[in-house]
Every structure is written in structure tokens, then in C-alpha cells.
């Protein structure tokens, strides 16, 4: 990756008193694939649509290869678009709707691209099917074989996986991380799946409210989130009260490095489950409340006083921490945030 491909600078955008887009700034180098993460309403799909030229912002700028786009229309801006719905046209087989694009902007070797599409997406031999012929997984790799057929200078994906069951969305997932990165096709990815945006993205941009609240690659927004919001949004995480001192946080008896600094005093630290370590002990502080059991790991969640606290562990311990087991409780020493608001 090299160079900025795309630039999107101080967007604004609002709908009636709702600030969807509220001076988002968002660099998106040549040949990355960003994911957009949030809630609903936090602004993601609407900067996508303002960038792919579906809406347009009230301020700043959308630059494409340093080329100032903000006023273009959307059939100017090179972009290949896959949505939710596949939008597949019914009357035509996987070919005629992958060609459609092709054909639209006067490209030679129709056929031949076409079909070359399909076998990059795992379809070489669907090609006379029509919709109605194929599954959900299917029409949209199809979907995805046709934005990218035009050889677009953006990829844009709004929620492109939602409407599959969980096994495909998996599966397509990881063929969409495949295909981007064989082509070196620029990409924005918007969801609201956590896990998607994580296992899919070289940085993913979490945001709210119109702003991002942290833009990083997948591990650092999970083991060193940016704020809390970020931190609860994105996995899940113990509230437990602690002291802040010399740049650390005490919880539990343990000292924890902050992300951010802190003022001296009481706080709560984020502390996500799998940095949370329980065993069998006599004379433990802990006592085991509850226990799930996931699959090669487990959910255990444990009293300490009148502190709750959740640990995920190995499927393996979980005979010996049934409800009422007595066991110690150990923090590990990674960087936590702070829930300033309950402060």
C-alpha cells in the first residue's frame, strides 16, 4: 500500500437536528481495505453513500486520487458498489449481470472479463444460472464479481454479508478478504458486526455520532481501545473499580498499564474477559456465580465481594468451575481503559 487513494476531509452531514456526519475526517491508502464499525446512526453507511456520491455532504470534501470529487455525480466517481440486497438483475443469468456494468461503460472483452470475474469469485461454472437459480452466498459473490468487473478506482461494501446465515457469512468473509487482496482493490467496509470488521479489515474505524472514536488496526482497537466506548462496542469488558497512580491503574491486587493517562484517584477499569485468569482455590477470594459453555472456550462468571467478573477460559477447566467452586482470581497486565463516566 502506498499513497492516499482516498480523502475524505471535514465531511458534514445532517438530517433535520441529527448530525450524521460531524467533521469526519477519514485517509484510506491505495489498496487497503477499511471497515467502518458502529451502531445505527452512528454515521458509517452515510459516509459511504456520501463518498460513493448517493448523498450529498453539507461541508467538506471527497477526494479520489487527489482528484476533488465532492460535486461529481455517482456514475463519475469509479466506484463498484455491493449492498445488502444483491440487487441482481432477475432476467438475466450470472454472465448478462455480471457483463451489465461492462457493457454499460463500452469496455471490449465483454465475455471474457465477465468471466473471469465469476472464476475469481468461485463461479466459473454458474454462469448460465439466473438468480432465482442460485443461493444467497451465491448471488452475492455474483454481486461482487460485477463491481468488480469494471475495475473501479473504490470498492464500496455497505452490509454486504447481513442478510446470509452465520456459515456463509463466514465463508464469504474470508472470499472477500481474498479477492480484495488479490486485486489490490481500495475498499471501504461498512457493518455493524464487530467480529466481521475485525477479521476482515487492515484498519478498522469505529465510530459514533458522526466522529471516529478510534481508527487502527483490528488488534490494537481490541486490546487497546481508544476510549470506552470503543471498549464495549467492540467485545466485551469487566467494569471494576480500581486506583490510579504513577500512570497505572490497581484492580484486584493487580497493576494494570493505561491506555490513555489518567488523573491519580479512584476509577473503573475495562478489563476484557480473556485477561481474566480463575483456578480452583481453597482459600480464593472468588466464588463461582455462573458458567457457559461456548465451545473451545467458556464463559465463568465469578463473585469477588460485591464485585462481579467475568472470565472466559478453556472449555477444559470448566469441570472444576461449577457454581460455588471457591477460586483465586488473577488480573494479566494489559493496557486497560477507563469508564470515565461512572466516575
Avoid at 68 to 83: I, S, W
Avoid at 220 to 240: I, M
Amino acid at each position: 500500500m502506498s499513497g492516499v487513494a482516498v480523502h475524505l476531509e471535514g465531511l458534514r452531514r445532517t438530517f433535520g437536528t441529527v448530525h450524521a456526519l460531524d467533521s469526519l475526517d477519514l485517509e484510506i491508502a491505495a489498496g487497503e481495505l477499511i471497515a467502518l464499525l458502529g451502531p445505527s446512526g452512528c454515521g458509517k453507511t452515510t459516509a459511504l453513500r456520501v463518498l460513493a456520491g448517493l448523498e450529498d455532504a453539507d461541508g467538506g470534501r471527497v477526494l479520489v486520487g487527489g482528484k476533488d470529487v465532492t460535486r461529481l455525480p455517482a456514475n463519475r466517481r469509479d466506484m463498484g458498489m455491493v449492498f445488502q440486497a444483491y440487487s441482481l438483475f432477475p432476467h438475466l443469468t450470472a454472465l448478462e449481470n455480471v457483463e451489465f456494468g461492462l457493457r454499460l461503460r463500452g469496455r471490449r472483452r465483454v465475455p471474457g472479463r465477465a468471466a473471469a470475474m465469476l472464476d475469481l469469485v468461485g463461479l466459473s461454472t454458474f454462469g448460465d444460472r439466473y438468480p432465482h437459480q442460485m443461493s444467497g452466498g451465491q448471488q452475492q459473490r455474483v454481486a461482487l464479481a460485477r463491481a468488480l468487473a469494471i475495475e473501479p478506482a473504490v470498492l464500496l461494501l455497505d452490509e454486504p454479508l447481513s442478510a446470509l446465515d452465520a456459515k456463509v457469512r463466514v465463508q464469504l468473509r474470508e472470499e472477500i478478504r481474498r479477492i480484495q487482496t488479490e486485486v489490490g482493490t481500495t475498499t471501504l467496509f461498512v457493518t455493524h458486526d464487530q467480529e466481521e470488521a475485525l477479521a476482515v479489515a487492515d484498519r478498522v474505524g469505529v465510530m459514533r455520532a458522526g466522529r471516529l472514536e478510534q481508527l487502527a488496526p483490528p488488534a490494537e482497537v481490541y486490546q487497546q481501545p481508544a476510549s470506552a466506548f470503543v471498549a464495549d462496542f467492540v467485545g466485551l469488558s469487566n467494569r471494576l473499580p480500581g486506583v490510579v497512580a504513577d500512570s497505572s491503574i490497581t484492580v484486584l491486587g493487580t497493576s494494570l498499564p493505561l491506555v490513555t493517562p489518567a488523573p491519580a484517584g479512584p476509577a473503573t477499569a475495562l478489563v476484557r474477559p480473556e485477561a481474566v485468569d480463575v483456578a480452583p482455590a481453597a482459600d480464593g477470594e472468588g466464588s463461582v456465580l455462573t458458567s457457559s459453555f461456548l465451545g473451545a472456550t467458556s464463559r465463568v462468571t465469578v463473585t469477588v465481594g460485591e464485585t462481579l467478573v467475568v472470565a472466559q477460559v478453556a472449555s477444559g477447566l470448566l469441570p472444576s468451575l461449577t457454581p460455588g467452586t471457591a477460586v483465586r482470581v488473577t488480573l494479566q497486565p494489559v493496557p486497560v481503559a477507563l469508564d470515565v463516566s461512572v466516575n
